[in-house]
């Protein structure tokens, strides 16, 4: 990780999404042909909760239409941030993603 970012075991209490953060839009046209995938993604929530866009990186995804859904949805999901000592810290986190179509 960069400068002053901490990994999961170097925190007090590590970065968690939100209760009603949702999830990521299905893209429409995978849908509609009947594929299900999944997006393994890490990148950094700051101290406010959020994850920074820069430090989006996708580590492995089945469709690059998911890699966009699941960058998108980043964009508007909160997280209570990790902290050190009492104090929040950036902090790396790895997620992975999955998209299962209802049956």
């Known amino acids: 990780p960069g400068a002053g970012v901490h990994l999961v075991a170097g ?3 590590i970065a968690a999404p939100l ?5 990521p839009d299905y893209p429409r046209t995978l849908r509609t042909a009947g594929v299900e995938g999944s997006v393994v993604v890490t990148f950094v929530v700051d101290t406010a909760g959020r994850a920074e866009p820069g430090s989006i990186t996708i580590l492995s995804t089945t469709h690059a239409l998911f890699a966009d859904a699941v960058r998108q949805w980043l964009a508007r999901t909160g997280y209570s941030p990790a902290e050190l ?3 929040r810290v950036r ?3 790895q997620q992975e993603v999955a998209f299962a179509l209802k049956r």
Do not use: I, M, P
């Open 85 to 87: 000592r009492g104090r």
């Open 91 to 93: 902090q790396l986190v």
């Open 19 to 23: 209760a009603g953060n949702g999830s």
């Open 11 to 13: 925190v007090d209490r």
